[in-house]
């Protein structure tokens, strides 16, 4: 027998002993009157409990007592392995998949396991391609509101972590941790094959492709490949001759921030490295290195014809030019040809006539030093 209540509810006597509710909106059946009467806010969008505190409205009583942990800060919910405590019993239940290691909630795609339901649905999205959060500034996509949250502070330039070291301030909470590693000098990844150490995960895998000699990033100018996406970045500037970087002191412009930084020490006349055997300072560190092979008398480089072998890189390309007899530079107005630029500049004094070698003796002038070099001797 059936009964009609607020015209919302049936109550069916299924038998003398069990009987159900049934709700008329999506006839989905209640054991108790208690249950439907709870299930029918979701139609009605009902919100009767309201919290003292925020104003927040809840369509159920057990929801609000949640939510009023919020604001007393109680977690009456213990963890029995590790003692730590939850304001919700449902975050005390994942919490422990933790220790356990279970993952009930499977992909139907590609089988991958999760311990959360959450985790599950966000994954599903690689999927589907779904970006339910839109950006309401530029209206970029996003298939998880927390990458949503963390785009707005490019908007806002909310930067809420602080390092209590240097008091730095980041938008992300996970730029801060990898951050804190230089004051704590962490490096928790490790190489496999030579067991070197990094401070971030993406230092790692970069590091990796000189094992394995991978090189993903390809230009598409030049078909060139490199290991490092910074890398191909920086290539294209060769094709586009962007040069983003800009010296506030002469606005000489640079396709790379470090080509800059070394250009600012012109001008600073800084010189941050020094030869550990005569002191000498460099305003760059690889003249620097180049310089320590005066006193190591290391060559590394070796001519391929003759075996003579170089200390620096560009003696060894100019000396090339004795084999290969190739002569880049040219004279503007003769269109004579040399091997090297030095002897070029050292032409072009026969054009303009300059003169700017001087004898202190006899102040003669001549235009080349070997030449002054030679009179000296007289």
Known sequence: MTFMTNNKMQYIRVSSRKQTYQCSECLK?????????????????????????????????SNLIRHMRVHSQEKPYQCSECLKFF?????????????????PYQCSECLKDFS??????????????EKPYQCSECLKDFSQRSSLIQHMRVHSQEKPYQCSECLKDFSLRS???????????????????????FSHRSSLIKHLRVH?????????????????????????????QEKPYQCSECLK?????????????????????????????FSRRSTLIQHMRVHSQEKPYQCSECLKEFSL???????????????????SECLKEFSWRSTLIQHMSV??????YQCSECLKEFSRRSSLIRHMRV
């Open 87 to 103: 304001s919700h019993r449902s975050s005390l239940i994942e919490h422990l998949r933790v220790h356990s290691q279970e993952k």
């Open 253 to 281: 412009e640079f396709s790379r921030r470090s080509t800059l930084i070394q250009h600012m020490r012109v001008h600073s006349q800084e010189k941050p490295y020094q030869c550990s055997e005569c002191l000498k300072e």
């Open 351 to 356: 054009h303009s006539q300059e003169k700017p």
């Open 29 to 61: 059946k209640f054991s108790h009157k208690s249950h439907l009467i709870r299930h029918m806010r979701v139609h009605s969008q009902e919100k009767p409990y309201q919290c003292s505190e925020c104003l927040k409205e809840f369509s159920l009583r």
């Open 313 to 331: 890189r560009s003696s060894l390309m100019q000396h090339m030019r004795v084999h290969s007899q190739e002569k880049p530079y040219q004279c």
């Open 175 to 197: 730029n801060l941790i990898r951050h804190m590693r230089v004051h704590s000098q962490e490096k928790p990844y490790q190489c496999s094959e030579c067991l070197k150490f």
């Open 212 to 240: 394995s000699q991978q090189k993903p990033y390809q230009c598409s100018e030049c078909l060139k490949d490199f290991s490092d996406r910074s890398h191909l970045v920086r290539h294209m500037r060769v094709h586009s």
């Open 116 to 129: 959360r339901r959450s985790s599950l649905i966000q994954h599903m999205r690689v999927h589907s391609q």
